[in-house]
Structures are given as C-alpha cells and as structure tokens.
C-alpha cells in the first residue's frame, strides 16, 4: 500500500509577548528606617504562626488616606494594649507611602509581634502595608443580612487582630444562604456586630449601637456617626434587632451601608442611613477627613 507523503508540521511560534498586567495588590514593609516592597511575610512571624497582629484598614483616594489620623491613634492605642514596641516613625511614614503611590482602593496597616517564641516579649515588631485595587461599594444597594447561632467572643475586647477566622467563616455562612453578611452575638446573647463592620439600630426615633463592653470595635465611622446624632450605646439583643424600623452597617471601606431586610424580614423605610451615608460622600468630596 503507497504511503501517503509525510508533510511538515508548522514550526513552534514564540509566544506573543503581553504587556504586564496591573498590580491588583501591593505591599511593603519598614525596613531599616524606610518602607520597601514586599510580596511576603516571613514564616517565622508570630503574625503568621499565631495570629498576633493588629491593625486598622482605611479608605484610599488617589493616595489619599481618609481619617487617617483616628486611625492612626487607634493603631497606637491596640500596639500599646498589646505591649508592641511599635516604632512610631514607621506608622507615621504609611501617610508619605499612600500619597506617593497615588493609589485608590482598601488598604491595611498592620503591626506583627515580629519573631520569637509565642511568650516572648515584642521588642521588634514588623510593620507591613499593603493596598488592594477595589472599587468603591455601592452603598445604594441595600444588604440582605441575617443572626448567626453561634456565639462569639472578640478577643481582647473588640480590638482588630489577625484572629478573623470566627469572622470569616461567619460571613461564608451567611453567604452560603445567599446573604451578604450576618449579626454576631458574644455568649451573653448580647449584639457585638456585623462580621466586619458595626452595626446601628433605629428603633422609632432613637439610634442605638453596641456598647463596647459587648465587643464592639471602636471604629472610625461608627465615632463619626455618634459624633453627629445623639447615640444610645447600650447592651443589645436580637429581639432588639427584630425590633429595629432601620438598620445599617458601619466600617472605614463601605462607609454607610443600609441593610434592607433582616432573616428575610423587611425593614422600614431607610431614611437615617442614607441621609448619614450622603452626609458622609459630602464630606470626602468637600474637604480631607
């Protein structure tokens, strides 16, 4: 049988070079008196092995820092509470750093307890950034939400700490059953706050929040909000929630964020939220916050 000729195959074509894609995250860390890149936290950090950490998240305009000042205080006040021999100078420096990279998105600073053995004093703890490329919520949407059975303890009363696997994995849940978030309550049944943001209750004309001996967080915009109505910070309980006529949700990202219905239950009309959530938007376009 004649064999049919053998024809030659195309040669392999090097592959089309593509221009570089945009860093969707940034980081870096303080090193000898400077902020320097970084893509990594050594495995030796107690901030990894341990989960001792603390942090605060803001808001990045064009490398602009929103409140960066409270939350710069905070960050000191969680590094004092812990015993960190923080460097002042190096927090100070992530204002320089945001402006210079001229960025927009969701930023963090974190303070590790740097190396050492889990009881060991932190002397030299690291100080790590990072900026992630985000667009801005749409706050006029609002959140379908619900009450986890779990109870939570924060640990050390509330402050941010790199232990957000309660948290996190409260919010799967909850997205699972195709919400966007869910309402944490400690183990005296009390409301401590949403899985990553405060929580406000309007109960016919009165606005109420967890007290902070519940667990709250003593965020940015939640000391925003109590600085412009009168507050009641107060022990909270979910027939308080189911009780509330308005909800809505607090944090230095999403800002103001109005919660349409709680276990599937609507609430009131939201009228308080967004009149704060645009008060809010006025300030950050008038002047710096």
Excluded at 111 to 133: C, H, K, M, N, Y
Excluded at 138 to 144: Q, V
Excluded at 161 to 181: E, M
Aim: glycine share 6%; charged share 25%.
């Amino acid at each position: 049988m004649k064999k049919a000729p053998k024809t030659s195959e195309p040669a392999p074509q090097p592959p089309t070079p593509q221009p570089p894609a945009e860093r969707p995250f940034q980081a870096w860390q303080w090193q000898n008196g400077a902020f320097a890149p970084c893509d990594s936290v050594p495995i030796t950090d107690r901030g990894f092995r341990y989960g001792m950490s603390v942090f605060e998240s803001l808001r990045i305009t064009r490398g602009r820092a929103e409140f960066f000042e409270p939350h710069f205080a905070r960050l000191i006040q969680a590094c004092f509470d812990r015993d960190f021999a923080v460097d002042e100078t190096a927090l100070r420096a992530t204002l320089a750093l945001f402006e210079e990279s001229n960025l927009s998105g969701f930023a963090r600073i974190y303070v590790t307890a740097g190396d050492g053995p889990p009881s060991a004093p932190t002397a030299q703890p690291r100080v790590l950034v990072f900026i992630e490329d985000r667009p801005p919520p749409n706050t006029d949407d609002p959140l379908e939400i619900g009450l986890h059975d779990e109870s939570y303890q924060p640990p050390f009363g509330g402050l941010k700490t790199a232990n957000y696997w309660f948290n996190t994995d409260a919010l799967a849940q909850a997205r699972r059953k195709g919400l966007d978030d869910t309402l944490l309550f400690n183990d005296r049944a009390e409301l401590v706050s949403a899985t990553m943001a405060n929580v406000f209750l309007v109960i016919g004309d009165h606005i109420h929040t967890p007290r902070r001996s519940s667990g709250g967080r003593p965020g940015v915009i939640r000391e925003w909000v109590i600085n412009r109505r009168k507050v009641q910070e107060r022990r909270l309980r979910r027939e308080d929630v189911l009780a509330a006529d308005e909800i809505f949700l607090t944090n230095s990202w999403i800002g103001i964020h109005p919660v349409a219905t709680v276990e599937g239950r609507p609430l009131g009309p939201r009228s308080l939220g967004p009149r704060l959530g645009a008060e809010l938007e006025r300030q950050r376009s008038e002047k710096p916050v």
